[in-house]
């Protein structure tokens, strides 16, 4: 399924970079750089470090005569997430028409690619599409898993406070690319860490409510803490917080214990299978996991192949939160803790 739907928003976000564009127009104009150069590290699992922090965007789009023109501004964050394994991008603005981003990106250290988790609309709730990441000298290049030759995205350009992003399409198996959309990206503020202590709860737009089954997890929205009681008297405290992403149609659900575990799960529904799904990073581990969500009885279990995650609600301001772990064919509590409402 995550394949499938993937295939769906790639083509969507494509025709959104298209508009009424020419196919094939002049070269791209190209970021102004700002401060020095920043060069691509060796370790790949830092090879994104670059990018961190928040940036203003201006969009570029080639028109009917294959003119480039500015389409837009937006503001972008990417953030620092699950102890530093993940980096989290919330985006918003205008390019060719108001538009909304998310993505969640890690380094596989098995398949030595990144994977990135991706949610754009303009309106609709849309679900996740995944791209894969490697290194091409100075620039970061993105693809759709297991295809090089008809859609690819590229950060280049990094400087210390400038970077840029283009979208390029193939018509002929990857022998040439046509460039269809550029951002460029100028800082605004420096890189921060968002976790269960620190991210701000934001409220859902009205525009979001109109889809009812978006809503179906906003009795999870707040801050929220717990403590899980040890014979030994090493008890261990776990805070959460969850706010709406993508102007309410998904949620981030950020996990903190005492014990220095961090974790984000990001949350969407999806218009096109009626279902949820999720995508997390956690600090015990490099790389990102997805799972299948299932609502019951108010509260939520999100189920991976290996682990999964449950909301069991016990009233308005207490959910019991529950992690495991597949042994076999059975599942093992690796941490349980009752939650109460904070916020």
Known sequence: MWHRYGRVMLVILVAISLGASALWAADPPTAPAKGEPVPLPDAPEQQFDFWQGEWDVTNWHPNAEGEWQETGEAHCRAQSVAGGNALLERWIGVAQGRLIGFSLRAYDPEREIWEVYLNWHTGEPTGF???????????????????????????????????????????DGGKTWATQWVMHFSRRGEPRVENAASV??????????????????????GVWTGTVKSADGDDTRVDVR????????????????????????????EKAADSWSAVGATSRAIGLTRFEGELADGGATFTA????????????????????????????VSLEVELERVD
């Open 129 to 171: 599409f995944v791209m894969h990441g490697e290194r091409d000298g100075d620039a970061m290049l993105l693809f759709p898993p297991g295809n090089k030759t008809a859609v690819r995205y590229t950060f280049s350009r990094a400087h210390e406070n400038s970077c840029q992003w283009d979208l390029a399409r193939s018509q």
């Open 200 to 221: 701000d709860i934001e409220k859902v737009p009205r525009e979001a409510k109109k889809f009812e089954a978006t809503r179906e997890l906003d009795d999870l929205i």
């Open 242 to 269: 969850v706010t709406p992403m993508i102007e309410g149609f998904g949620l981030l659900q950020f996990t903190d214990t005492s014990s220095g575990d961090q974790d984000l799960l990001a949350m969407a529904w």
């Open 305 to 332: 192949e290996q682990t999964r995650e449950s909301w069991i609600r016990q009233s308005d301001d207490r959910y019991t939160w529950r992690r495991e772990s597949r042994d076999g064919d059975a599942w093992t």
